[in-house]
């Protein structure tokens, strides 16, 4: 069984371990943290052995297994190279690094090495982004014209986010996602499942902004509202959105020239996928007020429980590429997906008020779809 170990057992840490409890095809076998308190918390709850060190972790899960990198995003070029450098295969939480020249050096570490390296988000090998996948596949809503992806979040700045405790004990980390921003944390969330259905962009015109920056406790936060246009290669266009101020919606809604698909949740990977027809009644043109769900035939995938807002299999990516390690065969979560979904993101979040147009220089084919998600029931 190939062998997976995991340094940085902070919050999300929790939510991988939630998912692997489902069952794994994978060796679990333990973890580190630069904090040896949380370490001894997150180890003690979970039954995992505690390495103290991450050379020492490193060597234990060998050439050829797999690093789950889920430190915070300034240490993920740092932790992801040493990964790569001790030939391990790594899977990094979101963003694969904080600019694209790291970026860039992690990729062509692990093509140097023959390794594979994926970033999160990995929601969209779930039930909902496969099936809006297979319903595009099967032309449901005719040709796509613009797609709308809203990641708003709500009003954070007034959430009671001092309470969001992990299962094993880590506070929700409110400096470093307000550090981060909205933008890298949460971009991937449709990025990925866009990249994956339509292929690269090859345009990226956005804006970002600091509205709530007095509001949030500290020095220097990211962007909290970015709005962007993406122009893909394919000639589909989408306004993504990411905010953390305005009312939630985290709704998708792809318009076709026989009507919409849509959805009303980025974090389920059980969501209702519909097909809303579009007609005139009279003089009126509108969308079906009876929505049509859309279901992929046979089983997919194990579903975790809700955590909060979120109902997300967080196994799912390091299955994918524990599978790809084994069957000898390419990993959906690719390294050019990894790469071109981190140079969009990152021009998303570093528009300003001033970025204007900026052209993308990664590509990234689309992904094939998961083995149950070929076809509609
Ligand atoms: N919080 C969430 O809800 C959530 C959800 C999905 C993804 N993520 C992503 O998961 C990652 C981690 O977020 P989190 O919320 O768990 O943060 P966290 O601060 O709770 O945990 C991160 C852990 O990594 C450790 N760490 C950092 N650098 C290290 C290093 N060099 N060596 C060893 N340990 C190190 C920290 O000590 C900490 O315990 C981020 O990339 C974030 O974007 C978070």
Same mark, same amino acid.
């Given at each position: 069984?190939?062998?997976?170990?995991?340094?940085?057992?902070?919050?999300?840490?929790?939510?991988?371990?939630?998912?692997?409890?489902?069952g794994?095809?994978?060796?679990?076998?333990?973890?580190?943290?630069?904090?040896?308190?949380? +370490?001894?918390?997150?180890? @003690?709850?979970?039954?995992?052995?505690?390495?103290?060190t991450?050379?020492?972790?490193?060597?234990?899960?060998?050439?050829?297994?797999?690093?789950l990198?889920?430190?915070?995003?300034?240490?993920?070029?740092?932790?992801?190279?040493?990964?790569l450098? *001790?030939?391990?295969?790594?899977?990094?939480?979101?963003?694969? *690094?904080m600019?694209?020249?790291?970026?860039?050096?992690? %990729?062509? +570490?692990?093509?140097?090495?023959?390794?594979?390296l994926?970033?999160?988000? %990995?929601?969209?090998?779930?039930?909902?982004?496969?099936?809006?996948?297979?319903?595009?596949?099967?032309?449901?809503?005719?040709?796509i014209? @613009?797609?709308?992806?809203?990641?708003?979040?709500?009003?954070?700045?007034?959430?009671?986010?001092?309470?969001?405790?992990?299962?094993?004990?880590?506070?929700?980390?409110?400096?470093?996602?307000?550090?981060?921003?909205?933008?890298?944390?949460?971009?991937?969330?449709?990025?990925?499942?866009?990249?994956?259905?339509?292929?690269?962009?090859?345009?990226?015109?956005? *804006?970002?902004?600091?509205?709530?920056?007095?509001?949030?406790?500290?020095?220097?936060?990211?962007?909290?509202?970015?709005?962007?246009?993406?122009?893909?290669?394919?000639?589909?266009?989408?306004?993504?959105?990411?905010?953390?101020?305005?009312?939630?919606?985290?709704? +998708?809604?792809?318009?076709?020239?026989?009507?919409?698909?849509?959805?009303?949740?980025?974090?389920?990977?059980?969501a209702?996928?519909?097909?809303?027809?579009?007609?005139?009644?009279?003089?009126?043109?509108?969308?079906?007020?009876?929505?049509?769900?859309?279901?992929?035939?046979?089983?997919?995938?194990?579903?975790?429980?809700?955590?909060?807002?979120?109902?997300?299999?967080?196994? +799912?990516?390091?299955?994918?590429?524990?599978?790809?390690?084994?069957?000898?065969?390419?990993?959906?979560?690719?390294?050019?997906?990894?790469l071109?979904?981190t140079?969009?993101?990152? @021009?998303?979040q570093? @528009?300003?008020?001033?970025?204007?147009?900026?052209?993308?220089?990664?590509?990234?084919?689309?992904?094939?779809?998961?083995?149950? *998600?070929?076809?509609?029931?």
């Amino acid at each position: 069984m190939i062998k997976v170990g995991i340094i940085g057992t902070g919050f999300v840490a929790d939510l991988y371990m939630r998912s692997f409890a489902l069952g794994t095809d994978f060796e679990l076998i333990g973890a580190h943290d630069r904090r040896p308190e949380r +370490l001894s918390q997150f180890c @003690a709850h979970w039954d995992q052995p505690a390495f103290a060190t991450s050379e020492a972790l490193l060597a234990a899960i060998g050439p050829g297994g797999i690093l789950l990198n889920l430190t915070n995003p300034a240490s993920h070029y740092e932790v992801g190279r040493a990964g790569l450098e *001790a030939g391990c295969h790594v899977y990094t939480e979101k963003p694969l *690094a904080m600019n694209v020249s790291d970026a860039q050096a992690l %990729c062509d +570490l692990a093509r140097k090495k023959g390794l594979m390296l994926a970033s999160a988000p %990995c929601s969209f090998l779930g039930e909902a982004a496969q099936t809006v996948g297979a319903a595009i596949r099967a032309d449901v809503a005719g040709p796509i014209r @613009a797609i709308y992806a809203e990641l708003d979040d709500g009003f954070i700045p007034q959430a009671r986010y001092a309470d969001w405790i992990s299962e094993s004990g880590a506070p929700w980390p409110a400096g470093d996602e307000f550090e981060v921003g909205c933008t890298l944390e949460h971009a991937g969330y449709y990025l990925t499942w866009l990249i994956a259905i339509f292929g690269s962009v090859r345009t990226v015109v956005a *804006a970002s902004a600091r509205q709530v920056s007095d509001l949030l406790p500290v020095d220097d936060p990211a962007p909290d509202f970015s709005v962007a246009t993406l122009f893909f290669d394919c000639g589909v266009v989408a306004r993504l959105t990411c905010t953390i101020i305005g009312p939630h919606n985290h709704s +998708l809604r792809l318009v076709g020239d026989r009507g919409v698909i849509e959805l009303d949740e980025a974090w389920n990977n059980a969501a209702k996928v519909r097909f809303r027809r579009r007609f005139n009644l009279r003089r009126r043109l509108m969308e079906s007020p009876l929505a049509r769900r859309l279901k992929l035939a046979g089983e997919t995938h194990p579903k975790v429980g809700r955590w909060g807002s979120a109902s997300m299999n967080f196994a +799912l990516g390091v299955t994918e590429m524990a599978e790809a390690i084994r069957d000898g065969r390419p990993c959906r979560m690719s390294i050019d997906l990894a790469l071109h979904l981190t140079e969009v993101t990152l @021009a998303i979040q570093g @528009a300003g008020e001033t970025g204007g147009a900026q052209r993308m220089t990664t590509r990234c084919d689309p992904v094939e779809p998961m083995p149950w *998600a070929q076809r509609l029931g």
